[in-house]
Nanobody, 116 residues
Framework: QVQLVESGGGLVQAGGSLRLSCVASDSTFSINAMAWYRQTPGKQRELVATIYRGGSTNYADSVKGRFTISRDNAKNTVYLQMNSLKPEDTAVYYC??????????WGQGTQVTVSS
């Protein structure tokens, strides 16, 4: 299995924006549907956004219209642009393949904290 490395999290005020990045170090990245997940203490990991091999996307209702997932296969990277952030978006964000278990290990994640 291959490791993923997430980055781009931080502390932001409500209404602000952040852009998360996730890099995979394998040659099969481009054929995998990739997704962003998030988790808060005591809760199960939640699927936030998915991008398929052809570029089509799906979003959780809670982030629809505010978050945008994209990918750059040449860089083995998937992104999550998060706008109009809310305190309830506070979580550790992870990327991985859409279907678990997949070819990737879970990375460390990146903390996103939204203050009110």
């Amino acid at each position: 299995q291959v490791q993923l490395v997430e980055s781009g999290g931080g502390l932001v005020q409500a209404g602000g924006s952040l852009r998360l990045s996730c890099v995979a170090s394998d040659s099969t990245f481009s054929i995998n549907a990739m997704a962003w997940y998030r988790q808060t203490p005591g809760k199960q990991r939640e699927l936030v956004a998915t991008i398929y091999r052809g570029g089509s996307t799906n979003y959780a209702d809670s982030v629809k219209g505010r978050f945008t997932i994209s990918r750059d296969n040449a860089k083995n990277t998937v992104y999550l642009q998060m706008n109009s952030l809310k305190p309830e978006d506070t979580a550790v964000y992870y990327c991985n393949s859409r279907w678990i278990p997949g070819p990737y290990l879970w990375g460390q994640g990146t903390q996103v904290t939204v203050s009110s």
